[in-house]
């Protein structure tokens, strides 16, 4: 329990992870909870920060089974990190698993350069606790969407459910649907892309379709045409990092809105996009404990489902 005087705010209290057994106290404070290494820091300063009920040095090593408590400030005064993510949805929760409805502007987890909020920090702030196997800084996840890309994606809970969903993510054992407007008309209007991608030679960022890359497929099929795009359902049998993005120009029909991998921007001011209009419908794969066949459903964000309208009023007008 936390002794008199602490800072008063929000509590997350959790062993210390295996994965985190030698960490320097801020250094896994940053991790654990997707903060800035500074943020972190000042935590640990400000006294908000217990170890076995002892308040730490920042220096201090963690270790296996120690007990972690952190004392947040008022929701008003968090670091963006920390704060519950606005949009971010609770699509299912169980023991095994948890399944969010991502928004767009939030990353998976924490990387490099990457100050916004993340769903591992959107979840660590609501309360959820998390498989602790994988890198530290993204612990339980077992797969991700880019920052511009809305929609579902299931974290793992317990170490099982980590190991059992990343085999069936390596094995293509997992149903995941996209939904992606597109520029122009796909010919043939139900395909395969079958292209190998790898980062791009030139430009920091961006992924292309390069001999010698890794192997990527795509399938997909027109559900609605207009008369400047192509409203399209994906399905991937493999998950490189851009991949409908990167295969979907690669045809020259770019998902709408998509400036970095060329997509126009007149269109996209027009239907009022700051993103690329690509969302993450339907996602299934066997529940890691049951083994039952268990399916998720999401609807397009306001900003997709605006464009989409915007477009096909469009096309009615250009009848």
Sequence with gaps: MPSAGLPSGDVRSLPVPDGLAGQ???????????LSRARAVDLVADGRVL??????AKSERLVPGA????????????????????GLRVVHDDDEIVVV??????????????????????????????????????AGVVHRLDVGTSGLMVVAKSERAYTVLKQAFRTREVDKRYHALAQG????????????????????????????????????????????ASLLEVRLETG?????????????????????YGADPQLAARL???????????????HPASGQWVQFASEYPED?????????AMTEGAR
């Design 101 to 138: 409805d991502k928004p767009v502007g939030v990353a998976a987890h924490p990387s490099p350069g990457w100050t916004g909020p993340t769903v591992v920090g959107g979840l660590a702030a609501a309360g959820y606790r998390v498989a602790t196997s994988g890198p530290p800084e993204r």
């Design 272 to 286: 009022g996009l700051t993103r690329q209009w690509l969302h993450a419908v339907r996602l299934g794969f066997a």
């Design 24 to 34: 320097r106290v801020d250094v896994a404070l940053a991790r654990l909870l997707g």
């Design 67 to 86: 007990w972690l408590q952190v004392h947040l400030p008022a929701p008003d005064h968090l670091a963006p990190a920390l704060t519950l993510v606005a």
């Design 185 to 228: 008309h796909p010919d043939p209007s139900r395909g395969t892309i079958d292209a190998p991608i790898d980062r791009h030679p030139v430009h920091d960022f961006r992924f292309a379709v390069r001999a010698g890359g890794k192997p990527s497929v795509t399938h997909y099929a027109t559900l609605e045409a207009f008369w400047s």
């Design 240 to 260: 490189r990092t851009h991949q409908i993005r990167v295969h979907l120009s690669a045809v020259h029909h770019p998902c709408v809105g998509d400036l970095l």
């Design 51 to 56: 170890v076995d009920g002892v308040v730490p």
């Design 304 to 312: 997709l489902s605006g464009a989409l309208a915007t477009v096909r």
